[in-house]
């Protein structure tokens, strides 16, 4: 029987991408997104024995209920976005940073420990971080402070759920959706 991977995230960027080349490998994928319409966009362009349900990471009861849908699974990959906080150390705004951990931060978290008592006790989970936490460029500490924070609870947690695999994914630069958003002063 084939393995399932749940993909938080998966109906955009690097998310849909992932979700596109895990089912085309045989995996059966379970993607989320904040509506069914993204949803089934997404999987449409999906293949195989592919699902998905919504859910709103920052919502705890829409984690529970993603999870209640999804039942039991090998592999958990966060690579969803939030709503992140760009701009100088000097100017940057508690209420902002707040709202970057409350989405991003705190609703990786949330989905990791939901996902927990219905993950495969050898499986993995996989968290998309960012090449900010690591590269120190001017403009991203807020960005640098949330993706380093779920690294740093990630090496962790490694020790302490083993052996559940938790890895840190910190890619460079893709060309998805997130650009639009950050250029026109919201971003991800
Ligand atoms: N693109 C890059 O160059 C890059 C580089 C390094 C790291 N990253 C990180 O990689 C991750 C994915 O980036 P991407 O560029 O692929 O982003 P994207 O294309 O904007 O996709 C974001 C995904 O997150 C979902 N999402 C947004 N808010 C959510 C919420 N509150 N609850 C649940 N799901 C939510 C979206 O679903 P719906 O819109 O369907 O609700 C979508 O599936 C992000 O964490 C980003 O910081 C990106």
């Not at 508690?94 to 499986?123: H, I, M, N, P």
């Not at 998805?176 to 250029?183: G, K």
Request: charged share 15%; aromatic share 8%; glycine share 12%.
């Amino acid at each position: 029987m084939s393995e399932t991977v749940v993909v938080i995230g998966g109906t955009s960027g690097m998310g849909l991408a992932t979700a596109q080349v895990l089912s085309s490998e045989g995996y059966r994928v379970i993607i989320s997104g904040r509506s069914q319409d993204t949803i089934n966009k997404a999987l449409s362009q999906v293949a195989g024995d592919s699902t998905g349900f919504p859910l709103d990471f920052t919502d705890a009861a829409s984690v529970a209920s993603f999870f209640e849908q999804v039942g039991s699974l090998d592999h958990l990959a966060l690579v969803g976005s939030g709503k992140a906080v760009w701009g100088n150390f000097r100017d940057l705004k508690l209420e902002d940073l707040k709202v970057a951990f409350d989405q991003k931060f705190y609703g990786f978290l949330l989905c990791t420990q939901a996902a927990l008592s219905k993950l495969r006790a050898d499986g993995s989970i996989t968290f998309v971080i960012g090449g900010a936490s690591r590269s120190a460029i001017p403009g991203t500490t807020g960005v640098a402070a949330v993706n380093g924070a779920i690294q740093a609870m990630a090496f962790t947690m490694a020790k302490e759920l083993a052996p559940l695999r938790v890895n840190i994914l910190s890619p460079g630069l893709f060309d998805t959706p997130v650009y639009d958003r950050a250029y026109q002063g919201s971003s991800c």
